[in-house]
């Protein structure tokens, strides 16, 4: 195929772009790994502060900051590898700020004789508004869901101290009818009703108790999430320009996105501040049904850490706890904990544990997973 007609199709589709309402993009494909943009729109310009001047015919890694340019070069190779359509959801920080987007690529192969893709078409979504809605609901919801517990905990206390006092009125009346004489003036058969009603009292404040204790346990959503494109949006916010070296686990898991979002974003920020060159994210499924996430860094723990006051675990420094605290009650309204492990001769690894499970199994059998675990994290959080 001649350039004149590749140049062509190429003119066509700048001209697409252009009469569509949504922010686009267009790249060529020079091999794996390897992308130039062609053309951005106008009402991507609008939205991003990035000028078509500035990125044509450059790399990402010409133009967007190294961590940025990672993650957006790892979603167009995995559209050019596989030859198909790609949708993803990206946290990514330009020239107008952080920003929220629902992206779509699309392979364009121009020359149908070796069917290699040639051009990536990239159709976005600016979804900040909605995501910072979702997350600020999420936090919001779990500081509500706190203060429900306290609130249920003095509930559940006074049903019980209810039901002792119940269980007094039946030894008493235990006592009573020992040895008691009807006369024929029914005192005998209140009695026996006073036993039904503090009976069926008791009987009621049971179902309700446990109605309590699991009612709070339904509350989370499930949701599929790729840890590793979540970590790296996460660090292009935390880290652009590259300065330490992140390490980031490859499962999909199974939980609460946002809330894992949130929690991650606030220890992966605490862990970035302390690091001197690195930081690392792993995984795993505990034996009682949660998932254990640990992030390390290679900082030096400071003698003045925290000792376990202001709700935070013993371990962490002071200097740099920031929003810790947030995270902790996300972690704990979900039936999780976290800690620190501090060795003297490497930095700390901040652990925690949140519902959720590994995506590795089939689909079917994934939600009946995610659902023990959620039991399991309300009860521990009762």
């Known amino acids: 195929m001649t350039d004149q007609i590749i140049d ?30 062609v053309h951005l729109n106008k009402r991507l310009t609008e939205e991003t502060g990035l000028q078509v001047e500035e990125m044509a015919g450059r790399a990402p890694q010409e133009v967007l900051p190294a961590r940025v340019a990672d993650t957006v070069t790892a979603n167009y190779e995995k559209c050019r590898a596989d030859a198909a359509p790609h949708s993803y959801v990206e946290l990514l920080e330009l020239k107008n700020g952080t920003q929220w987007w629902r992206t779509s690529l699309s392979p364009i192969r121009i020359d149908d004789s070796t069917g290699e ?36 905990a003095f509930a559940t206390n006074a049903m019980l101290d209810a039901k002792s006092d119940l269980a007094t009125v039946l030894a008493h009346l235990d006592i009573l009818r020992d040895g008691f004489i009807d006369l024929g003036d029914s005192k005998l058969r209140t009695m026996e009703l006073i036993e039904e009603l503090a009976l069926e009292a008791i009987n009621t404040l049971n179902s309700v108790v446990e109605q309590a204790d699991t009612i709070h346990a339904t509350e989370d959503r499930e949701n599929q999430i790729d840890l590793k494109h979540m970590c790296r949006d996460i660090a292009a916010v935390l880290d652009p320009d590259h300065r330490l070296i992140m390490e980031f686990p490859e499962q999909h898991v199974i939980g609460d996105w946002s809330a894992t979002q949130i929690v991650l974003r606030c220890i992966m920020e605490y862990a970035a501040r302390r690091a001197h060159g690195q930081v690392q994210v792993a995984v795993a499924e505990s034996e009682d049904h949660m998932l254990e996430f640990r ?88």
């Open 8 to 37: 062509l199709a190429t003119h066509q589709t700048c001209k697409f772009m252009e009469s569509i309402a949504q922010p686009c993009f267009l790249l060529d494909v020079l091999g794996p790994g390897d992308y130039r943009f």
């Open 117 to 152: 893709v040639t051009q990536i078409l990239g159709i976005a979504i600016d979804i900040t508004d909605k995501k910072v809605q979702d997350m600020a609901m999420t936090q919001a919801l779990s500081e509500q869901k706190q203060t429900a517990e306290k609130i249920r």
């Open 295 to 382: 992030v390390s860094d290679d900082g030096v723990p400071h003698p003045g850490a925290l000792q376990g006051g202001s709700g935070l675990p013993k371990g962490i420094d002071s200097r740099w706890n920031g929003n810790i605290g947030t995270a902790v009650g996300l972690i704990e309204t979900r039936g999780g904990a976290l800690r620190c492990d501090v060795a003297e001769d490497k930095g700390p690894t901040l652990i925690f544990t949140m519902p959720g499970c590994l995506a590795t199994e089939s689909a079917d059998l994934k939600p009946s997973r995610f659902a023990q675990s959620l039991a399991a994290g309300a009860l521990r959080h009762s």
